[in-house]
Structure formats: C-alpha cells, structure tokens
C-alpha cells in the first residue's frame, strides 16, 4: 500500500512538472495582428501612373526585412498582379537600419514603422483593380512568415494629400549622410576589388607594363592609366545600364549573376587563355594592317589604346564573382533602388577600382618608389601568368559545376589544342599557309563556345524529361500504379555516357516513355549520397550504372542490364504495362 502511494505521489509530481515545462514555452500565434499592422495607403491615381504605400506598423521588439538575402530573416518580397490594365510597376524599399543579432550576424531591415511606396504604371483607365501580395518574415527571438494578399481599386484623378505627404516622409526616407554613406563604400569596395585574388594578377601585370615605361615620357603613363580607367567605367557603366534594363523587366538581381551563365563562363575562359598565352610570349596580338593603317590616318600615330582600354574592361569582368567588405551594403542599396542609384553606385565602384590609376595621372613620379626594372620583373610577369592559369582553372571549375565531365574534357581538348597552336606557330606555317592556319584557331574557338551552348541546351532538356530521385517518393508512384524507370548515373561513369549515347537519350526512347506515361527518374552518383546507396543495396548493387524499374509487379524493383539495348528495354516496359493493366486493383 505504501508503494502504491509513493508510486501516485510521483505520478502527481510527474505530471505538474510536465505541465509547467509545457506552459514555460512561449507560444506564437499565427495571427499578424498580434504581432504587426499591415495596410495599404492610397496615394493617388493621375493620368497614368498610381502612388500607393505598403505600410507596416509594428509592435516592440518585431522587425521586417529589406528586400536582401541576408544570414538571418526572409526578404520581404512585393508584387502586383490580377490585372491586364497594369503596364509596369516599380518598388521603392527605404533606407534599413542595421541590425547585430546573437552578436555575431548582420541584418538590415526595419522596425516601429515603415512605408514601401509603390508606383504603378496602368493603361489610363477610368478605374484599376488588383491585387498585392506581400510576402515577408517577422522577427524576433523567433522568426515568423507570412504571405498577404491585399485587393486594391482607385479611380481615375484621385488624390489623398495627407496620404502622399506620410509616404513621402516614412516611404522615401533616404537621408543624404545615408546616400553619401552608400556612396563611400562603393567607393571603398571597388578600390579593395583591385587586391581581390580575382583581379590581383591583371593589376601587377599593369604595374609591370607601367614599370617598363617608366624612363619614358610621363605622358606614356598618363595616357595608359587614362585608358585603363575607361575601359573600368566603360565596364562597370555597363553592368548598371543592363542591371536597369533587367530591373526593368522584372528580373532578379545579384552581383556576379552573369556568372550563372555557362556560355559567359566559357568565353571568359577562352579570352583569358589567349591572354595568358600572349604573357608566356606564345604569340603578340597585332591589329590588322588595314586598321593599323586607318588608325593612323586618324591619329598621325601608333595607336595603343585598344590593349589598355581592354585591360580595363577585363579587369572589371573578373572582378564581377569576386565579394569585398563594402560591397554588398552598396550594391544591395543600389539594385533596390532607382535607375539613377544604379548608375551612381556603378559610377562609385568604377572609381574606386580606377585610383590606383588616377592616382597615376595625378602624380606619375610614384612610380619611381618601386624597384628598378630588372630580371625580377620577367620572373612577376611569369608567376602572374601562373595566377591567370589558375584562374582559368577556376573558370573551368564552374563550369564543371555548371555542366558535366564530359563536356568538361571535350572543352580543355579544345582549349589545349588552341595552345598547341598558338605555341607552335612557326611550325604550323611551314606546313600551310597564314589564312588556313588563322581559321584553325577561329574553328577552334567556335567549336569550344558551340560545346558549351549544345551541352546547356542538352541540360535543359535534361530537366524537363527527368525527375530527381531525392525529389519524389517511390512507394506513393508505385501504390498509384505507376510504372517507374530509375536511371542510377554520374559524370565520371563512361559506361552510364554510353547509355545515355545509345539509348537513353535517343528520341524514339524518350518519345515512348512520354507516351506510355512512364516516368522517368535520375539519380545521380556524381557526389555522394546517403538516399541512392540506400537504393543501391535495396537491390543488391553497389556501383554505376545501374536501372531499375518499378511497378505493382515489382514493388521492389527489378534491376536492368548495365549495357542497355533499346529494343530489350522498350519490350522490358511493355511486359511491365501488360501486367499493370491484368493485375486486380485495391
């Protein structure tokens, strides 16, 4: 009996501790109200364009974001739809405050109040309608997201002064020690670009062509530091005109996204090994006589301009994928902003990385502080050049994450068999003429950028025919009656490119699993993967390739040769359907 109580009396302590350690959690609801304000402020309607503003009005201790990918928190994302009067619409984010959370992550984002002005360009109708979706996170020890939708209709020449004046004051808050903020480290960060391992090499392979210049007349040095820092702006005016355009479209935006691209990365690739070859003096790039002629007539002398107005340019390219302290907090700001903040910003960042330069122009004798020229400057021009291997190795790096071995083979043969003739040049024209011998090296560099474009055009393809094996379930396919073709494959397999030569990618295959609604599921084996071993030794194999098909007369798959035939697998998947139509269903 005393254990009986004693047992109870634990029970009872049990259960008030499990209570209590329940109910010290403090529990969220999911309603913003509780949290947060969210409304939308009509502005005006004249002619054709609408002021409106998003406003947020949150409580103690509550933040949003900006519309930046940061550490911590969601960007907070604004659309406009639900309407074909709508021609164009523009988001104004203000400027955030910085926040330093778990003292250690950086965020910006916005907390008490805050206004988003939106303007909206329409067809002048009499009246519009639509709706915004506002898609945010509010944080606080927690972070909770939310999706709003928010209807809309005004009418033509309707105004709301008090309205435009509070979107005015909290929407376009962007005090002017702000901008000049922004502005200075735009500055700064293009200036630290130039000792970014990106750029590092075509800059002390400028100060070496500057150096040998050195006992020449200053206006040498002042004329290639002045062409150098146009072909930077040049560059970086650039970047902002086509980050407008796309803004324009309702592109996505970030720094280095051209370096999503495999066609960029490849043709980058291709410029910087010719540049790399004219270093370790494989062969010198000449203009061609009629230009040089026309050239002259223009300038009454030998125009260089070209090669460091080029160096400029390239210089800015490379330095595109490269990340500096500055840098995201003005280019965030930037591409956020108006078209009028994208050029400002570009401009700031061209400059910064131009003051080496400028300081040049400014005071050529700076030169005289670096060493002497000697043999010490051949032996920095060859390790530069080894650095610019490098980065060609790089390059090839993405791409190789961007496409596949194979195609990666296929383009360094390509690339070597360029330096094969470029370094042997003399040789070459002994054995043809300068014209077959200049269409070779063109044939190669088409042939290398035509890999690349037939080998993204191929992925896409890729994509849309099949589906990733991490990305659906089996045993739900199998219990709908599907019949389920598994392709175990990886980049490094020659075995599994065979296939995919022989059979897997010809079209009367493809065209007879779409047909018989068969689908088709990869999974790759390129890197590791807990899920597709686990595959693997559900059904006894070990290694690359290996085929599996799925169905109700094989729920546990039935595993295909490793050397496909088309006509033995096509009959495999007939025999697979026939069942599938006999067995009862459930």
């Known amino acids: 009996l005393a254990k009986m109580k004693t047992s109870r009396i634990y029970i009872v302590f049990a259960f008030f501790f499990a209570f209590a350690y329940v109910f010290s959690f403090k529990t969220y609801a999911s309603n913003l109200n509780d949290y947060a304000k969210l409304e939308l402020i009509k502005g005006s309607y004249i002619d054709d364009n609408v002021i409106l503003g998003i406003k947020f009005t949150l409580k103690e201790g509550w933040k949003i974001y900006d519309n930046r990918i940061q550490e911590l928190g969601l960007p907070t994302k604004i659309k406009v739809s639900g309407s074909d009067d709508i021609l164009n619409y523009q988001i104004y984010y203000p400027a955030a405050e910085k926040f330093i959370e778990f003292a250690e992550y950086t965020s910006f984002g916005y907390k008490d109040e805050v206004i988003f002005p939106l303007s909206i360009k329409t067809k002048a109708n009499i009246e519009v309608q639509a709706n915004i979706m506002v898609e945010f996170a509010l944080c606080n020890n927690i972070c909770l997201k939310f999706n709003e ?96 355009l796309l803004q324009k479209l309702g592109v996505s935006l970030g720094w280095g996204m051209h370096f999503q691209e495999p066609l960029f990365i490849a043709s980058l690739a291709l410029i910087i090994t010719l540049f790399c070859c004219n270093i370790f003096d494989f062969f010198t790039i000449n203009l061609p006589g009629f230009l040089v002629r026309k050239l002259d007539k223009v300038s009454k002398s030998e125009i260089k301009f070209v090669k460091h107005f080029a160096t400029g340019v390239l210089a800015a390219i490379l330095a595109t994928p490269c990340s500096a302290p500055f840098l995201g907090t003005a280019l ?77 083979m296929i383009f360094l043969g390509q ?33 290398a950028i035509l890999t690349i474009v037939f080998a993204q055009a191929s992925k896409e393809q890729e994509e849309k025919f ?83 098909i799925y169905s109700l007369n094989h729920q546990n798959g039935e595993v295909q040769n490793e050397i496909l035939n088309i006509d033995n697998l096509i009959n495999r998947l007939d025999y697979e359907i026939e069942q599938s139509n006999i067995l009862p269903s459930n």
């Open 149 to 244: 939708n928010i209807n809309f209709n005004l009418k033509q020449k309707q105004v709301f002064p008090d309205n435009l004046k509070l979107i005015n004051e909290l929407g376009h808050e962007r005090k002017v020690v702000n901008y000049l903020y922004i502005i200075l480290s735009a500055f700064l960060a293009g200036i630290i670009l130039n000792f970014m391992p990106c750029v590092l090499p075509i800059i002390f392979l400028k100060i070496y062509h500057l150096l040998e210049k050195r006992n020449q007349a200053k206006k040498e040095v002042i004329f290639i530091s002045t062409f150098t820092i146009l072909g930077i702006i040049f560059a970086f005016l650039s970047f902002a005109i086509g980050a407008i």
């Open 332 to 408: 965030a700001f930037a591409l956020s902003g108006t078209s009028l903040d994208i050029l400002l910003i570009f401009f700031a960042l061209a400059l910064g990385m131009s003051t080496p330069y400028i300081l040049l122009i400014i005071k050529p004798n700076i030169l005289n502080l670096l060493p002497k020229a000697g043999r010490w400057m051949l032996k920095l021009k060859k390790i530069m050049g080894l650095f610019l291997v490098l980065t060609i190795m790089w390059l090839v790096y993405v791409l190789y994450a961007q496409t596949n071995i194979f195609v990666i």
């Open 415 to 447: 690339l070597f068999f360029m330096v094969f003739l470029l370094k042997k040049r003399a040789a070459m024209l002994n054995l043809t003429n300068l014209i077959i011998y200049r269409l070779l090296i063109l044939a190669t560099l088409i042939m």
């Open 466 to 548: 099949w589906r990733n094996f991490n990305d659906v379930k089996l045993d739900e396919l199998i219990e709908q009656k599907h019949i389920i073709f598994v392709n175990v494959t990886a980049d490094w397999c020659l075995t599994c490119k065979f296939n995919d030569l022989s059979v897997l990618n010809r079209q009367n295959f493809r065209t007879y699993i779409k047909e018989n609604n068969i689908i088709a599921v990869k999974a790759d084996y390129t890197n590791s993967d807990k899920n597709i071993e686990l595959l693997l030794n559900s059904v006894g194999r070990y290694a690359v390739p290996t085929y599996i």
